[in-house]
């Protein structure tokens, strides 16, 4: 199956050449104002590792629930570990999706100024799975190097200089969620994997197992767009604070999850949200002459709790 999603290689934004930078910026504006979603190849993350993370990523869902429940991330402040089903509804008036998860961020401890902060933390790690801290901080570390580089590279897409965003990208929040999907059934007609939704902060950068079933809001002549795995590459979406900071010019774009296929689903987003204080102000590139911008300035961590308050409120209504 093919997407109309473009497919984007990032190796060009670490070439010396100007050129070749601007041509993957150049890229990244089309794909952002088109869709806000994309897949990115060229982003140098040994296949190996990613093997290693899907693995884990399965051998952690089939431990027994006694095991997962000891790391509920209802023993955690700063929301790490493990959420069961029906536990979020990202789709308001859906039915709770249908998946569950795990949570990890960066692993902050003692003596670290920013514990204590929102989503900022300690982890919680599953018992008997040797390898499974060890694979998911290499991948944590290897993605946070590829939001810092799409940074840059939506930096040039706006006609800005490379290390605009810099700071932002600075100790960013970020979080690694692991999700497992098991198919729907047919008894709860609306129930969904995921319900529609926009991503909350920045950059999502998603790992996908070869089950498929994501799907792209077609902003330009509705429906739904298929955004089946593509071997080697990561599906790329912009959030809501960048749609914000862009003043929309470039989309945050509704997408959803449906397992029909009768087949467990795995896949792992990446969210790169960035530095808690970074302030997020209408960027003036994005403002035609006259226009004003349509949201106040506010911070990167004000605008993430607002986000998870929303979408956790509705299962608080069940």
């Not at 536990?87 to 204590?116: H, M, N, V």
């Not at 790992?207 to 790329?236: K, M, N, S, T, Y």
């Not at 790169?272 to 961590?301: K, S």
């Amino acid at each position: 199956m093919t997407s109309n999603l473009p497919v984007i290689d990032i190796s060009g934004l670490a070439a010396s050449a100007p050129a070749a930078r601007q041509a993957v910026g150049e890229a990244l504006h089309q794909a952002c104002r088109a869709h806000g979603f994309f897949y990115c190849t060229g982003h140098g993350v040994p296949h190996g590792l990613i093997d290693a993370v899907m693995a884990e990523t399965r051998a952690f869902f089939d431990l027994p629930d006694q095991a997962k429940v000891a790391v509920d991330k209802a023993h955690s402040s700063c929301n790490r570990g493990y959420e069961p089903l029906g536990a979020q509804t990202l789709q308001p008036g859906a039915p709770p999706d249908r998946k569950e998860s795990f949570y990890i961020g960066e692993e902050i401890g003692d003596g670290d100024p920013r514990l204590g902060r929102f989503n900022q933390g300690p982890n919680q790690w599953p018992m008997d799975l040797p390898g499974f801290r060890p694979t998911m901080a290499a991948y944590f570390a290897a993605l946070s190097t590829v939001g810092e580089t799409l940074m840059r590279g939506l930096a040039l897409s706006l006609a800005l200089p490379e290390d605009t965003f810099a700071d932002f990208a600075h100790q960013p929040l970020a979080t690694l969620r692991l999700l497992h999907y098991p198919p729907s059934r047919p008894e709860v007609p609306d129930e969904m994997g995921a319900g529609a939704h926009t991503d909350f902060g920045g950059l999502t950068i998603l790992l996908q197992d070869a089950v498929g079933g994501l799907q792209v809001r077609d902003l330009d002549h509705g429906g739904w767009i298929e955004a089946p795995p593509l071997a080697g590459a990561f599906v790329v979406n912009l959030g809501d604070m960048i749609a914000r900071w862009t003043n929309d010019r470039y989309r945050s774009t509704l997408h959803r999850v449906l397992n029909r296929s009768g087949c467990e689903r795995f896949s792992v987003p990446f969210f790169f949200t960035g530095a808690p204080d970074h302030e997020v102000r209408c960027i003036p590139t994005c403002l035609a002459a006259g226009e004003q911008p349509r949201y106040p300035p506010t911070t990167v961590e004000a605008h993430l709790q607002a986000m998870y308050a929303r979408t956790y409120a509705e299962v608080r209504k069940e």
